[in-house]
């Protein structure tokens, strides 16, 4: 059984910036890729960024230039900074993972419960 749990969000002024920080744990063989998606109020779920196993990173449009994210594999961990936040950029975001436990010989995707980010002055 695995779990992957996200944290640091909360209210920022615009302009603003927040880390978010996501852990997987469990009985973990391996991760490939990790990510961040957003799903704001009325809207459907978006890719934010993603980062494979290797370092490699991709971002969505909206977002490039201002968030970064990063991976600590030893920790098993999937960050997010976020610089120069927009009332736009609120939303719930989840963290996803493509964890192979020890159980299966195969990678199964595993999403976090969310964290509400809301920029607002």
């Known amino acids: 059984q695995v779990q992957v749990v996200e944290s640091g969000g909360g209210l920022v002024q615009p302009g603003g910036s927040l880390r978010l920080s996501c852990a997987a744990s469990g009985s973990i063989f391996s991760i490939n890729a990790m990510g961040w998606y957003r799903q704001a109020s009325g809207k459907e779920r978006e890719l934010v960024a993603v980062?494979?196993?290797?370092?490699?990173?991709n971002y969505a449009d909206f977002v490039k230039g201002r968030f970064t994210i990063s991976r600590d594999n030893a920790k098993n961990t999937v960050y997010l900074q976020m610089n120069s936040l927009k009332p736009e950029d609120t939303a719930v975001y989840y963290c996803?993972?493509?964890?192979?436990?020890?159980?299966?010989?195969?990678?199964?995707?595993?999403w976090g419960q969310g964290t509400q980010v809301t920029v607002s002055s």
């Open positions: 980062i494979t196993s290797g370092g490699r990173t």
């Open positions: 996803n993972a493509e964890i192979r436990p020890y159980s299966r010989n195969s990678y199964t995707t595993n």
